[in-house]
């Protein structure tokens, strides 16, 4: 006697076949197929991801996205990794630091000083950001290793430079024979150079994401306008108030694209409902793939 499975009828687009069993030499036989006006419905309602044609790809859909990976260079995530993600942990704490600094320069609630922006510098931005870092190289991530840790080293920085009592390199500065713009000036150059270093990553950004690349780039601009701002001073010798603003302005840009960029690495099918979108550039590796998908489908 044959013992008979049936097939369910597919396209192209997905296939879905079970192996048949047969025995005695007896063949299997197959459902009827679906009409022209059936198979149409149901290949467009594939595409809105439910019917019978249906395909979820549950292996790609837990992947991490490319925003959270913290790696220009792949849309996949470091083969054989061992241990977490680090790279949103590490994006989350330049995002809240670089967040309350935004705030401060922008002059929110009338704050003038920075100080309580130092402990947030010393132990999130600072110390978790600099460990995020250094997994990221445990993984084989030489940009994230590089970024990660190179700005959780600049947030250690600043905070020793703001710390009162400490190194006194504030007092020192402005307390310098001579010049009372010393501090703000030194201030301007330091922050010049964490601009040059931002631009260097920037252009490794270039054939990754748009958020990945927007995140970059308006810290690039947030390190430019402050550097100008302390560099350019008014009559009294302080920095320009209207330039560190708009410095301030897109710190805060930044930080939530890090907390967006951070949220597309943690979001995946195992705990949301919902995908965040990165937007692949359409030159990058994984546009390419999509328009080569498209350019398929509709031959």
């Given at each position: 006697?044959?013992?008979?499975?049936?097939?369910?009828?597919?396209d192209?687009?997905?296939?879905?076949?079970?192996?048949v069993?047969?025995?005695n030499?007896?063949?299997?036989?197959?459902?009827?197929?679906?009409?022209?006006?059936?198979?149409?419905?149901?290949?467009?309602a594939?595409?809105?991801?439910?019917?019978?044609?249906?395909?979820?790809?549950?292996?790609?859909?837990?992947?991490p996205?490319?925003?959270?990976?913290?790696?220009?260079?792949?849309?996949?995530?470091?083969?054989?990794?061992?241990?977490?993600?680090?790279?949103?942990?590490?994006?989350?704490?330049?995002?809240?630091?670089?967040?309350?600094l935004?705030?401060?320069?922008?002059?929110?609630?009338d704050?003038?000083?920075?100080?309580?922006?130092?402990?947030a510098a010393f132990?999130?931005?600072?110390?978790?950001?600099?460990?995020a870092g250094?997994?990221e190289?445990?993984?084989?991530?030489?940009?994230?290793?590089?970024?990660?840790?190179?700005?959780?080293?600049?947030?250690?920085?600043?905070?020793i430079?703001?710390?009162p009592?400490?190194?006194?390199?504030?007092?020192?500065?402005k307390?310098?024979?001579?010049?009372?713009?010393?501090?703000?000036?030194?201030?301007?150059?330091?922050?010049?150079?964490?601009?040059?270093?931002?631009?260097l990553?920037?252009?490794?950004?270039?054939?990754?994401?748009?958020?990945?690349?927007?995140?970059f780039?308006?810290?690039?601009l947030?390190?430019?306008?402050?550097?100008?701002?302390y560099?350019?001073?008014d009559?009294?010798g302080?920095?320009?108030?209207?330039?560190?603003?708009?410095?301030?302005?897109?710190?805060?840009?930044?930080?939530?694209?890090?907390?967006?960029?951070?949220?597309?690495?943690?979001v995946d099918?195992?705990?949301?409902?919902f995908?965040?979108?990165?937007?692949?550039?359409?030159?990058?590796?994984?546009?390419?793939?999509?328009?080569?998908?498209?350019?398929?489908?509709?031959?």
């Amino acid at each position: 006697m044959a013992e008979n499975t049936t097939t369910t009828p597919l396209d192209k687009e997905a296939t879905n076949t079970s192996p048949v069993a047969a025995t005695n030499g007896a063949s299997a036989t197959a459902q009827p197929q679906l009409s022209h006006e059936e198979h149409e419905v149901a290949r467009a309602a594939a595409r809105f991801g439910y019917g019978p044609l249906a395909h979820v790809n549950t292996a790609e859909a837990r992947l991490p996205a490319f925003g959270g990976e913290f790696q220009p260079g792949l849309y996949r995530p470091v083969s054989d990794r061992k241990i977490a993600n680090p790279a949103p942990l590490g994006l989350c704490g330049f995002a809240l630091t670089t967040f309350v600094l935004g705030c401060i320069n922008m002059g929110t609630r009338d704050i003038t000083a920075p100080s309580i922006v130092i402990g947030a510098a010393f132990g999130y931005g600072g110390l978790v950001q600099l460990l995020a870092g250094m997994w990221e190289m445990a993984v084989g991530n030489t940009f994230g290793a590089t970024a990660l840790s190179s700005y959780g080293g600049f947030w250690i920085a600043f905070a020793i430079i703001l710390t009162p009592g400490g190194f006194n390199i504030e007092d020192t500065l402005k307390n310098a024979p001579g010049s009372t713009e010393q501090f703000n000036n030194s201030m301007g150059l330091f922050l010049m150079g964490w601009f040059i270093f931002t631009f260097l990553l920037l252009i490794c950004t270039l054939r990754s994401t748009v958020a990945f690349f927007s995140l970059f780039l308006s810290l690039d601009l947030a390190f430019l306008l402050l550097g100008i701002g302390y560099l350019v001073q008014d009559g009294d010798g302080n920095p320009t108030t209207s330039i560190i603003k708009a410095g301030g302005f897109f710190a805060i840009l930044a930080a939530f694209l890090a907390w967006y960029n951070a949220l597309a690495g943690i979001v995946d099918s195992s705990n949301s409902f919902f995908v965040i979108p990165v937007a692949h550039f359409p030159w990058s590796e994984k546009g390419r793939e999509r328009r080569t998908k498209v350019e398929r489908e509709q031959v």
